[in-house]
């Protein structure tokens, strides 16, 4: 069975200081991957999805930025975190490109930048 | 823009009772319209998919209604347990633009009172 691992459950950085979120695909192979934001009293915000390695497609301009190095890691980095990065942050996977995969989600990193 | 909104915000019932939850979007060229639900500090675990050509899906004690025309969604929890507490999501894939995207409400945080 498919699952998937999102590390850490937890953060705490300082203002400027670097980010790096991983998020690792278990039982699949070629899945579209995700990064969502969830800001208190927002909804989720997309921002950034993967269709292949080195294939990065970004939703909103902002502070941060997305690889995927291998066919089933997607990892949300920043060089310098902005108190507005704080959020509830997760990773998603669906399976290939047909419109009517579900999509499943990690169990998310919530980052607070003080 | 398709916006998705969730109606209503908060909900408080007795254990047993038989509950309906709301979702509307704004453009009705959508591939599919999912259910998610989201406990207090994790991920999104995903319930129902609606294809746009079915008018509904039932898992268990849930059952999820689609009215692409309309523009409206409800998923009805029937006898109700402590257990269903929850915030609850509903998105849209929509079938224009970037089909990878999925729109999210807000959500309806429910409380089931035992």
């Known amino acids: 069975s498919q699952t998937i691992h999102q590390w850490p459950a937890t953060l705490v950085q300082p203002v400027g200081s670097p980010l790096s979120l991983e998020c690792t695909v278990e039982?699949?192979?070629?899945?579209?991957l995700y990064w969502y934001r969830q800001a208190a009293g927002r909804g989720l915000q997309l921002l950034f999805y993967?269709?292949?390695?080195?294939?990065i497609s970004s939703e909103v301009p902002q502070n941060l930025s997305a690889s995927r190095p291998q066919d089933r890691q997607f990892i949300l980095s920043s060089k310098k975190l902005l108190l507005s990065d704080s959020g509830f942050y997760l990773c998603?996977?669906?399976?290939?490109?047909?419109?009517?995969?579900?999509?499943?989600f990690g169990s998310g990193t919530q980052l607070s930048v003080l | 823009k398709q916006e998705v909104t969730q109606i209503p915000a908060a909900l408080s019932v007795p254990e047993g009772e038989n509950l309906v939850l709301n979702c509307s979007f704004t453009d009705s060229a959508i591939y599919n319209l999912q259910w998610f639900r989201q406990d207090p500090g994790k991920g999104l675990t995903s319930l129902l998919l609606i294809q746009s050509s079915q008018r509904e899906q039932t898992s268990g004690r849930l059952n999820a209604s689609l009215d692409k025309s309309s523009g409206r969604s409800t998923l009805y929890i029937a006898a109700s347990q402590p257990g269903d507490s929850a915030t609850y999501l509903c998105a849209v894939r929509s079938s224009g633009g970037s089909n990878y995207k999925l729109t999210f409400g807000k959500g309806t945080l429910l409380t089931v009172n035992p």
């Open positions: 993967s269709v292949g390695i080195g294939q």
């Open positions: 998603a996977w669906s399976a290939g490109a047909a419109v009517n995969e579900k999509l499943f």
């Open positions: 039982g699949t192979s070629n899945p579209n």
